[in-house]
């Protein structure tokens, strides 16, 4: 490897030409490469850096960056992080455009939507602060309790939303004081190599380095004995084996894991108002989110007018490549996950479950694309009840009883998100009852800077967002003073 830019770089980034490393303030070039792909097209659309033989100097980088971070105030960690939201603003719909290209999401829809969110979410972190506390006061002594940085925090970060999720870890482990070293995923690593070529002229040098590369990074990371705690999204398999290297050495996690979410409509709700709210709630970014609605439950006695005003709306909506204007719904995102979906697909015509809509996949045609697919009432031991596709494919189930449907929502191992729709108490009841880290009654999918997002059971371990958020980016110390 060799170093491509001693200079600092400049903030007018060329966002499609060339691709590097952050580390220690400076752009750097790697030997080694690897192909991505436009999944709209299959063609490739970059050459990314092999980093992983870098992630000492990463890691060095952050340790040595660490000490004069960590001693700047809240206010001046939170200048730092306003100049840097303000300079990601400045070229956003090239970062967006990027991100369409990478990921496959339409540009003018979602694509924006997600860097303008994840753009605010930098804005928004720099206001906040988690001030020492005194806890007691006697005339024997006080006792005050305040949150110390961590050192380097190493964040994984997925594919489904590559700018919006690796933010999310940057944003509240720099402002608490810490130093970080960030991977992107192997299939969209260029908006996360872009928006880390930004930082390096605003922020300190090793305050964040972007390092990217495959499975073999993401282990050494989590490794790593300079690396203090591990912030990783992604699948519960794939988190399971990031808790066992950590805790080789006790590294601090945070695991925000997949879902299997129930949504839960009462006999009460207005059923066709509610069609097209649901619909984007369980299809939209093609499904490729941990919250999509997975499992959607209609009373047995509404059931096959809803499904019949689903199946219309589903039908007419638009599945191509995320730069055309008229495309409703991107490309799966990746081969890997494109090949899961098949397998699925084969699960359920091999079962003969019946299928309200889609159901086959044109394997001919160039791209990731796979349709809008709904299936009718699939017995609650199949696989596509049981697991979590993350792919455009969503069972409509019936049930008979509010005691029956909690149950069977709860039947899961997984516990991230939720939703009742129906009359406010009876759905505030319902609510109550379900395992999950957060239900949404009556609405879906609203998430923010002050609320505290995590799973329950096998979605995940640990918050992000929310005061407990940036408390999970800290160490609790005590501080005991004699009078």
Same mark, same amino acid.
């Given at each position: ?76 960690? %939170? ?23 990478? $990921? %496959? ?45 961590? %050192? ?155 499904? $019949? ?23 799966? $995102?990746?081969?890997? $996950? ?26 001919? =045609? ?19 009840? =049981? ?44 609510? =109550? ?51």
């Amino acid at each position: 490897m060799s170093i491509a830019s001693p200079v600092r770089p400049g903030t007018g980034v060329d966002f499609f030409n060339s691709y590097a490393l952050s580390i220690d303030g400076a752009l750097v070039t790697s030997e080694e490469n690897f192909e991505v792909y436009n999944p709209a097209t299959g063609e490739v659309i970059a050459h990314a850096p092999e980093g992983t033989a870098r992630l000492d100097d990463a890691v060095t980088a952050a340790r040595q960056a660490f000490p004069a971070w960590s001693a700047l105030s809240w206010d001046e960690r %939170g200048a730092y992080l306003t100049r840097f939201s303000e300079a990601l603003e400045a070229q956003k719909d090239d970062l967006a455009r990027l991100l369409t290209l990478e $990921q %496959g999401k339409p540009f003018e829809t979602q694509a924006k939507f997600e860097v303008g969110l994840a753009i605010t979410w930098v804005a928004e972190v720099a206001k906040r602060r988690l001030p020492a506390v005194i806890v007691e006061d006697n005339d024997e002594h006080t006792v005050e309790v305040r949150r110390t940085p961590l %050192g380097v925090v190493g964040g994984i970060a997925p594919w489904n939303y590559p700018v919006l999720l690796g933010l999310w870890k940057i944003a509240p482990c720099l402002m608490t004081g810490n130093t970080m070293v960030l991977k992107p995923s192997p299939f969209t690593p260029l908006t996360a190599l872009k928006f880390g070529e930004i930082a390096q002229a605003i922020l300190p040098a090793g305050v964040l380095n972007v390092v990217s590369g495959g499975n073999e990074l993401g282990k050494a990371m989590t490794l790593h004995p300079g690396i203090s705690k591990i912030s990783f999204t992604g699948s519960t398999a794939t988190g399971k084996k990031v808790m066992e290297a950590c805790a080789s050495n006790l590294k601090r996690i945070t695991l925000e894991l997949g879902g299997n979410d129930a949504a839960i409509v009462l006999p009460g709700a207005d059923h066709k108002e509610l069609v097209e709210k649901l619909f984007w709630a369980a299809f939209g970014n093609s499904s490729q989110w941990c919250v999509a609605i997975k499992r959607l439950y209609i009373h047995s006695s509404k059931y096959d007018g809803f499904l $019949q005003d689903f199946v219309a709306y589903a039908k007419d909506r638009v599945v191509g490549d995320g730069m055309d204007p008229a495309s409703e719904l991107g490309p799966v $995102q990746n081969t890997m $996950q494109y090949a899961k979906l098949l397998d699925m697909f084969e699960d359920i015509r091999t079962h003969g479950y019946s299928v309200a809509l889609g159901g086959t996949i044109d394997e001919g =045609r160039a791209g990731n694309f796979v349709p809008v697919t709904i299936v009718d009432n699939p017995p609650d031991s199949s696989r596509i009840v =049981r697991e979590e596709p993350f792919g455009p494919v969503l069972p409509i189930l019936k049930y008979d009883s509010i005691d029956e449907v909690v149950r069977r929502a709860n039947d899961t191992p997984a516990g991230l998100g939720g939703s009742v729709w129906g009359p406010a108490d009876e759905a505030e009841s319902v609510a =109550r009852r379900l395992d999950t880290g957060t239900v949404w009654v009556n609405e879906i999918h609203i998430h923010g800077v002050s609320l505290p997002f995590g799973g329950h059971k096998q979605s995940g371990i640990g918050v992000e967002n929310g005061v407990e958020g940036l408390g999970e980016f800290t160490n609790v110390q005590t501080l005991m003073f004699k009078k």
